[in-house]
Structure formats: structure tokens, C-alpha cells
């Protein structure tokens, strides 16, 4: 299968670390998918290739030339859902970034361009894939915290260089979108629960002068059956910190609590006192994508899963700009 690559602002190494364990994909050409997108980052990665890859200055002439049976679009945020659109009507299954869409009115557009294209479509939500939070949802299913009834999360990264497209709404997107999303995606994940309201504030201050891009957010759902979740989102860690992101989860059931922290997953419950548990393998979602369509299976992060989660993000921003609770 051939693959192309729209842009390279969002998650490209879940391709490339996937391109190591599928050898029935390869990628047959690479362009900007947004206005002064620096491709450069990705020219690098492609040189580790056993082949040559053409690089093209516009996206749709490489589509029309190599017709891909993938599309990769990692653009800038606020081009996603256009660029999703009119790859899909070029016939393209889609491995998106993500947010989706950035605005209601574009998610509702790309759903029904997706429904009526008969294509896989799968966002970048490649965190449930790693082993830690594999085995924390794993455990979960097997019951050893019995009914969930409360979630904390916290995504914190390094603000280090950001391009100048972070500095501007229409571009980014914000800060929920892009950073808090990851961890709405976890929360609906591990609740397979619909979220019913959401208050959001975010903050600006103190961004070291990148315009629009919120520093501080924070977020508390209520979920069906009563379920609560918070989300606390910084672009705060200091940069001399470890890693880049500091991902943490702590899901309380009906008996017993699991904690992810600094990559490890502990269990408190009648059967074990807080103690480390094992980890699972991780996996590539890119992977898992690809052996969906070719019938291998079915990928763990859903279409309607995508759609859902950029929903609820999007109407979290939608609090924190009015100062509001929204129903969902």
C-alpha cells in the first residue's frame, strides 16, 4: 500500500516506528500540508529509508500523481478537518492528527464526508498504546477496582520552542485541543461512559510571549452514572526536568485504586497494598491501523471514538472561553 505524508506538525514517529514492523506500506511522497510549514524534520526521518521518497510543494498534485491508498495528515492544527475532507474524497484511508477539527462546524463537515467515504479513519491517539496505560485499562476490565466512580489526570509538558502557528487561535486551536485532549480520550476510554457537562477555565498568562497559546488549563466532566473526572493541563515543566511530558492518571473504584505515574502503574485493592505492577508490551498505533485495513484486525482507537473525543474537547474550550458549564 502506498502511503503519503501531509505535513509534519503532529506525530509522525508513530509512521516511522510503524513502517519498521509493516512491510506491505511505502511512502510514496511528502508535502507541506499548511501555509510555510516547514517540512525539514520530516526530510530527515526519510533518510533512513531503504528507498527514495518524492517531496512535493502541493499536497493534492502529489495525490493526484502517486494515487496513496493513506493519507497522513499531521498539518497545522487548524487545517486538519480540510485536509482529512479532501483526502478522503480522493478515496485515502486517513491517519489523522489530532484534534479532528477545531471547530464544531468543520467536525460535523468531516463526519459526513467520512460516513459516505466507505475509508478507515483513526486520530493519533497513540498514549493508549504504551504499556503503562495498557496495563492500567487491562486490569480494569479484569474488574480489581470494581465500579469506576472517579478520575484524575494530568498532562504537563515542556513549552520549549514552539513555530509561530502555536501562537494563534485559528491555527492552534488551543490548548484543550491539542494537549488536554490526549486525556479526554483516556477518561472516556477507560469509563466507556458519555460525558454530560463540563466546566473549563484557561490561562494565557505568563506564556513567554506565544500570543494565543493558553499555558494553564483545567477541566472537570461529569460523565454518565455520576462518574467525575478532572484534567489539569500545564506547558509549566521545567526544562531541565527528565522528559518532555509528565502523563499521569488515578482511576478510584468501588475496590481498590490504580495510579499511572513517571510510566508505572500501581494497584491498591483487598489483594494488593499499592503495589508496582508488571507491564504489558506497548504497541504502534500506526500498526494497528494498517492491520485494520487489511483485515487483520480491528484498531483499538474507533472512528467514532476520534469524532466523539474532538466533540468533547471542543466544547471544553467552548466552557473555558465563556466561563461556562456546557452540556453534552
Not at 49 to 65: A, F, S
Not at 105 to 128: P, Q, T
Not at 183 to 206: E, G, L, M, P
Not at 278 to 307: A, H, Q, T, W, Y
Request: hydrophobic share 40%.
Amino acid at each position: 500500500m502506498k502511503i503519503v505524508i501531509i505535513g509534519v506538525s503532529g506525530h509522525i514517529n508513530y509512521v516511522m516506528e510503524g513502517l519498521k514492523e509493516i512491510t506491505e506500506c511505502k511512502i510514496v511522497g511528502v508535502a507541506p500540508g499548511s501555509y510555510g510549514e516547514n517540512i525539514s524534520k520530516v526530510l530527515e526521518m526519510l533518510k533512513a529509508l531503504p528507498y527514495k521518497v518524492n517531496v512535493y510543494d502541493d499536497y493534492e498534485k502529489m495525490i493526484e500523481e502517486t494515487k496513496p491508498d493513506i493519507a497522513v495528515v499531521a498539518c497545522h492544527f487548524g487545517d486538519i478537518a480540510r485536509i482529512n475532507m479532501k483526502v478522503l474524497k480522493y478515496g485515502c484511508h486517513v491517519f489523522s492528527e489530532k484534534p479532528l477539527a477545531t471547530t464544531m462546524e468543520d467536525l460535523e463537515s468531516l463526519k459526513k464526508v467520512y460516513y459516505e467515504s466507505n475509508k478507515h479513519l483513526c486520530a493519533m491517539f497513540g498514549i493508549r498504546y504504551k504499556p503503562w496505560f495498557l496495563t492500567a485499562w487491562h486490569k480494569i476490565q479484569e474488574g480489581v477496582i470494581g465500579n469506576i466512580r472517579l478520575i484524575n489526570t494530568q498532562k504537563s509538558y515542556k513549552l520549549g520552542y514552539r513555530p509561530e502557528f502555536y501562537k494563534h487561535r485559528e491555527s492552534y486551536g488551543g490548548t484543550i485541543l491539542w494537549v488536554g485532549i490526549h486525556a479526554i480520550d483516556w477518561i472516556y476510554w477507560f469509563t466507556n461512559k458519555k460525558f454530560k457537562k463540563v466546566y473549563a477555565t484557561h490561562s494565557r498568562k505568563y506564556n513567554k510571549d506565544y500570543g494565543d497559546l493558553e499555558v494553564t488549563a483545567f477541566c472537570f466532566f461529569t460523565l454518565e452514572n455520576e462518574i467525575f473526572a478532572s484534567l489539569s493541563i500545564d506547558y509549566l515543566r521545567p526544562s531541565n526536568a527528565p522528559t518532555h511530558d509528565d502523563d499521569r492518571m488515578r482511576i478510584v473504584g468501588t475496590d481498590g485504586i490504580i495510579e499511572i505515574i513517571f510510566n508505572k502503574v500501581f494497584l491498591i485493592n483487598e489483594n494488593y497494598k499499592g503495589e508496582e505492577l508488571p507491564l504489558m508490551p506497548g504497541k504502534n498505533i500506526f500498526v494497528d491501523f494498517i492491520n485494520e485495513i487489511m483485515g487483520k484486525g480491528k484498531c483499538m482507537v474507533r472512528p467514532e471514538d476520534s469524532f466523539y473525543v474532538t466533540e468533547v474537547a471542543i466544547k471544553a474550550r467552548e466552557s473555558a472561553d465563556s466561563d461556562k458549564i456546557i452540556l453534552l
